[in-house]
């Protein structure tokens, strides 16, 4: 009798696991359109199927051919699938998005975060604790400031801003997430030139370093430039000097000075 009802239940998951293939299967091929089923003067491009995440590797399940009139393709967008599967995204990207190359970076060989590193950029990991971390609230994509601290010989205390507007690349060893909670995290990796990162290190070194998150749409207000006033310097006024003025009349001759 149990040997029976285990048969049972096996049969009953086959089934309905075939279901469920079948029901997936159908609803992909219902979001994909094909170019021979292309309205005419409609054009292909691909779009986001479902959200991608920071530095998510892109996959088939995120992609989906979408029909959009002709002449209204945006500059870098890709129009076939094969051109994304395997790139990493660079940014957040929302359902249904139009999908264009300076969103996605290549990844051909290494970690999903090497993808991430710009061009010119490294990437360096800091040690942080809930308070350097900001409380747990840093996530990748969010950008802070760096402050270092640190002590003189007469043990007063310095702080400093050494760098503005980094950008995290990762949390941990995560380059993505969807969470928004806040995680108490031990390391945190940012992108800077190779000059911070000597920044970072040597800050590291005589003290202290702080993370303050920033504002994603702030921007950084550069301080006008002191405009230099010429004073133009009146020339000094000659003193005035004596002259002599010779009148002669007849046989008389008198000499007269004079203040020019």
Request: proline residues 5%; without cysteine.
């Amino acid at each position: 009798m149990a040997k029976r009802r285990g048969l049972i239940l096996i049969f009953l998951s086959l089934i309905m696991a075939v279901g469920a293939a079948t029901i997936a299967n159908q609803w992909v091929n219902g979001q994909l359109v094909s170019k021979a089923d292309a309205e005419p003067n409609t054009q292909l491009v691909v779009t986001a199927a479902i959200s991608i995440p920071f530095a998510t590797k892109v996959e088939g399940r995120h992609l989906k051919l979408t029909e959009i009139p002709e002449g209204v393709l945006p500059a870098g967008a890709y129009t076939d699938l094969a051109e994304v599967e395997g790139k990493v995204s660079t940014t957040s990207i929302a359902r249904g998005e139009i999908l264009v190359a300076e969103r996605f970076a290549s990844h051909s060989r290494g970690s999903t975060l090497a993808a991430l590193v710009a061009p010119d950029m490294r990437a360096i990991t800091v040690r942080v604790d809930d308070v350097i971390g900001v409380g747990g609230f840093l996530l990748p994509g969010n950008t802070v400031d760096v402050v270092a601290a640190r002590k003189t010989r007469d043990q007063r205390a310095i702080t400093e801003t050494i760098l503005k507007n980094i950008k995290v690349l990762a949390v941990d060893q995560d380059a993505a997430t969807e969470e928004n909670e806040p995680v108490i995290v031990r390391a945190v990796t940012l992108e800077v030139t190779p000059k911070d990162a000597e920044k970072v290190v040597k800050a590291r070194t005589e003290g202290s370093i702080q993370l303050t998150l920033r504002n994603p749409e702030e921007e950084d207000v550069i301080p006008p430039k002191p405009v230099k006033r010429v004073v133009k310097r009146r020339a000094p006024r000659k003193a005035p000097t004596d002259s002599s003025v010779e009148i002669i009349r007849g046989t008389d001759v008198k000499n007269t000075k004079t203040k020019t």
